[in-house]
Nanobody
Framework: QVQLVESGGGLVQAGGSLRLVCAAS????????MGWFRQAPGKEREFVAA????????RYADSVLGRFTISRDNAKNTVDLQMNSLKLEDTAVYYC????????????????????WGQGTQVTVSS
């Protein structure tokens, strides 16, 4: 498995920006897709964005499309999530995840497809 550590969360006013970073270590060679999910209190974990480790194709949830950007640095084994124009409803714990299954034709948005998870980082957007 791969070990994942998130950083960069915090408190920000609505309309502001934050950049989350996920550092991967361990068996990273088997990782095909890296994703970000989030979970707000009392809600289910939901897909935010994901990127293929090779090739760099991406997929976004409709709720963040145009505001969030996912990117990866293969040399550093990191995946970033740049979050702009933050809204109150973006408040959640954000988790980094790795999909190490054989390459799928479509990037999965289901958390069941992801094998390894970080501990999460809190993002709070205030009015």
């Amino acid at each position: 498995q791969v070990q994942l550590v998130e950083s960069g969360g915090g408190l920000v006013q609505a309309g502001g920006s934050l950049r989350l970073v996920c550092a991967a270590s361990g068996r990273t060679l088997n990782t095909n897709v890296m994703g970000w999910f989030r979970q707000a209190p009392g809600k289910e974990r939901e897909f935010v964005a994901a990127i293929r480790w090779g090739g760099g194709s991406t997929r976004y949830a409709d709720s963040v499309l145009g505001r969030f950007t996912i990117s990866r640095d293969n040399a550093k084994n990191t995946v970033d999530l740049q979050m702009n124009s933050l809204k109150l409803e973006d408040t959640a714990v954000y988790y980094c995840a790795a999909d190490q299954a054989p390459i799928r034709a479509v990037i999965s948005t289901s958390h069941y497809a992801y094998d390894s998870w970080g501990q999460g980082t809190q993002v709070t957007v205030s009015s």
